[in-house]
């Protein structure tokens, strides 16, 4: 058969002719024009000499081979030399960092130093967010399980990179203590409804419910799942919503606008100086202490706490030991606002302090300077020694609390003076009566300070040893009996009229004027009587000499 001349030439000759035909339009010809020459470094350029190489490699196959055989042993070495050396692979990730090309041990210490430097877990409610370190709620990493996954995964990281979920495991109780420690900061008290004034307006605030956190779901959350919280670096934190004990204050509105109609007074009373203080706000701040509860109109305590941490401030730039004692505060005002009125009385108290030591000084001196008995001063410093003190030891001073432990009554007060051995009283500031007392003998003197009437007796008995004899100890009588303070538990000290002896004499001729008693204040019987049926249980009685100095003013007038 005639071979046909119109067949597509034999396939070598075709290959041959094309690959000379791409040489020829990259050679540069001497009879084109210039901007038609292609530059080396053309992308054109750049295509057409790997058209070329793929073609001679294409139709060569044995040099494809010898490529792909190349690339293969290549490639064989590189994972040997990782197998051998024991280290992960390229392009591996874990917490954030690379660790490829590491040997285990080595990935294990960064990830650990990472644990311990950059990772941080952010607690998430809301808007709100607090950062913790994981040891602290309480993950843990086990670093080298985690370099060991990352070795197990070969060459995953080739070409992408590859992301290991680090190994962690979450201690429960940790993370609740640390929940716990976290409570207050979370918890959004909820708004109880409440009450302001728009210019002359008196309107009602409704409440608002607030928020709390949920440690069991949230503890649930973050050990169900710890490394995904490690991953995320984020826990969400569950809250629970908590409603208000009254939202609509519609029921209350008149009677908080007749409260808050005037300013409120607080009136402050200081028993040791006989001194008052009076506090007064305006009616925006006292109707913002209000509140709606569920027992009706109360004290707001978080927004009153600002004002009495303010005059506590005020208190302590004048004398470091005075205060208001915020317990005691508050429920007076809670009491105020229960009964309608917008006007409380409140007692200013005293810290603590300390005594240092000066020549001279015993246990009982210290007790007749400070006005506090010798026993309370004992008792403040157990295993210290009072008998045996040096100049500038330190003695610690219970408050003078508590040589007045009753509510003070700051209209009436009575000063004894040591002396001149004579007493007085006062009312609304006025002195009513003075006379002349008797008070403890040398041995069993009548200590000094600041008291109050305890009891009411109108007959008391005592009985003391220096009345023992071959008979026995006897016992005499007291008429007109007050407590004012204690010289050992049990053992009490107060004013009283004549003492009428066992031997059926009154105790110094029944006179007055100088020591006679065992520590307490003898007045004649008349005046005693007229002392025991005015002053009230919680009256303060001042008694000064030359070691204890007036408090008060009025004792003042009645020293020297």
Not at 100 to 115: F, K, T
Not at 195 to 216: A, K, M
Not at 289 to 313: D, H, I, K, Y
Not at 459 to 484: H, N, R
């Amino acid at each position: 058969m005639e071979k046909d001349e119109t067949t597509a030439p034999h396939t070598g000759e075709a290959r041959r002719r094309h690959l000379m035909r791409l040489r020829k339009e990259m050679a540069i010809p001497h009879n084109k024009k210039v901007n038609e020459y292609i530059p080396a470094h053309s992308s054109k350029r750049k295509s057409r000499l790997v058209q070329i190489q793929w073609m001679s490699i294409k139709h060569k196959p044995s040099i494809g081979k010898i490529i792909v055989l190349i690339g293969t042993v290549l490639m064989g070495l590189f994972i040997l030399t990782h197998v051998l050396a024991g280290q992960i692979f390229p392009n591996i990730w874990a917490l954030g960092i690379p660790i490829g090309n590491m040997a285990v041990d080595a990935a294990e210490a960064r990830l650990r130093a990472a644990w311990h430097s950059q990772v941080q877990i952010q607690l998430v409610d809301g808007d709100r967010v607090w950062k913790v370190s994981p040891d602290d709620i309480g993950l843990h990493l086990d670093a080298k399980a985690t370099a060991e996954i990352a070795r197990s995964v070969g060459i995953a990281g080739i070409p992408f990179g590859y992301n290991i979920k680090p190994v962690i495991s979450a201690d429960p109780v940790t993370a609740r203590t640390y929940l716990s420690s976290l409570t207050n900061r979370v918890k959004i008290e909820p708004y109880n409804a409440g009450f302001e004034w728009h210019d002359d307006q008196f309107v009602g605030v409704p409440g608002r419910s607030g928020r709390d956190l949920d440690i069991d779901r949230t503890l649930a959350n973050l050990t169900q799942a710890p490394t995904d919280v490690v991953v995320q670096q984020r826990l969400d934190l569950v809250v629970l919503p908590v409603s208000p004990q009254a939202a609509d204050p519609t029921p209350y509105v008149e009677q908080a606008r007749q409260l808050t109609s005037q300013p409120f007074a607080l009136a402050g009373y200081d028993p040791f100086r006989d001194q008052s203080i009076t506090w007064t706000t305006t009616r925006e701040a006292s109707t913002s202490w209000l509140e709606v509860s569920s027992t009706g109109l109360n004290l707001r305590e978080e927004a009153f706490t600002p004002f009495l941490e303010a005059q506590n401030a005020n208190l302590h730039s004048a004398e470091a030991d005075r205060y208001l004692d915020p317990t005691e505060t508050i429920e007076a005002l809670r009491q105020a606002i229960g009964h309608q009125k917008n006007s409380v009385g409140l007692r200013i108290r005293y810290h603590p302090l300390t005594y240092t030591v000066v020549a001279g000084d015993t246990g009982y001196r210290i007790a007749r300077k400070t006005g506090i008995p010798f026993y309370l001063i004992r008792d403040a410093n157990p295993g210290f020694d009072l008998g045996v003190l040096s100049p500038g030891d330190t003695v610690q001073l219970p408050s003078r609390d508590v040589t007045v432990p009753l509510v003070p009554v700051n209209n009436k007060r009575i000063i004894v003076n040591l002396d001149t051995q004579y007493l007085y009283a006062y009312e609304n500031g006025q002195q009513v009566f003075s006379w002349s007392i008797s008070s403890g003998i040398e041995q069993a003197p009548t200590s000094p300070g600041i008291f109050q009437i305890l009891s009411h007796e109108p007959v008391a008995y005592g009985s003391s040893y220096t009345l023992c004899g071959d008979t026995g100890c006897g016992q005499w009588e007291m008429k007109w009996f007050m407590g004012i303070y204690e010289v050992t538990p049990g053992l009490i000290n107060g004013f009283h009229g004549g003492v009428l002896l066992p031997n059926g004499a009154y105790l110094g001729g029944g006179n007055v004027g100088k020591p006679y008693t065992l520590g307490c204040i003898m007045s004649q019987n008349d005046n005693a009587q007229k002392l025991y049926e005015w002053a009230d249980e919680g009256t303060i009685v001042e008694i000064i000499s030359s070691e204890f100095p007036p408090q008060s003013d009025v004792a003042r007038l009645q020293a020297g």
